[in-house]
Structures are given as structure tokens and as C-alpha cells.
């Protein structure tokens, strides 16, 4: 049974900084692309970050330069370092596995507010 357990959310202030992990089981994880997705109210989910097998990384425009997204292989684990928060940043964030020829999966969801 695949799994994807996101953590990490919760409410910071403007400028602040959270770091989200997701540990994924059930998958041989080295073998996936992993990303992070965001939604907010009444909007689309949109990637935020990805990084590949190899190791190749993709931000939104949006996030660029603010976030950084990794993966530990050893512990089957991505995380997304998130700095300079913004109040727009305010989101449910997911994590996600993609591999070609298999299906994508998905996690629960962790709530990310930015307010003051």
C-alpha cells in the first residue's frame, strides 16, 4: 500500500520560514519524481516545486528563489524549505509521486497559513 505522509504546516507570520516533509511508502521511492502541489480556496491546484530521480529541480515562478525542494533517498523523503512567507502562500500543500508507466499518487495534505 503506497503511502505519502506530508507534515510540517501550520500558521507562521509574514517573512517566516516551515519546512514540510513527506515520507512515501510503498514505492521505490529513488525511482519517482516528487512534487509539491498547493491549493488555496476557491483556486486550482498548482505545482509548486519538483525534483526528479536524477536529482533536477522545478519551481514555480512564483516560488523562485524563496523555496527549495530536496529528497533524502535513504529515507524516502522529500521535504520543501519554504522562506520569506507570504500572506499568498496560504495554501493546502501536497505531496506527489510521479513515475512513467505508473500511476501518480498523493498525499493527505498539510494546511500552510501566512498571516500575521
Known amino acids: 500500500q503506497v503511502q505519502l505522509v506530508e507534515s510540517g504546516g501550520g500558521l507562521v507570520q509574514p517573512g517566516g520560514s516551515l519546512r514540510l516533509s513527506c515520507a512515501a511508502s510503498?514505492?521505490?521511492?529513488?525511482?519517482?519524481?516528487m512534487g509539491w502541489y498547493r491549493q488555496a480556496p476557491g483556486k486550482q491546484r498548482e505545482l509548486v516545486a519538483s525534483?526528479?530521480?536524477?536529482?533536477?529541480?522545478n519551481y514555480a515562478d512564483s516560488v523562485k528563489g524563496r523555496f527549495t525542494i530536496s529528497r533524502d533517498n535513504t529515507k524516502n523523503t522529500v521535504y520543501l524549505l519554504m522562506n520569506t512567507l507570504k500572506p499568498e502562500d496560504t495554501a493546502v500543500y501536497y505531496c506527489?509521486?510521479?513515475?512513467?508507466?505508473?500511476?501518480?499518487?498523493w498525499g493527505q495534505g498539510t494546511q500552510v497559513t501566512v498571516s500575521s
Open positions: 506527489n509521486s510521479r513515475r512513467y508507466g505508473y500511476p501518480d499518487y
Open positions: 510503498g514505492i521505490i521511492f529513488r525511482f519517482y519524481t
Open positions: 525534483i526528479s530521480n536524477g536529482g533536477s529541480t
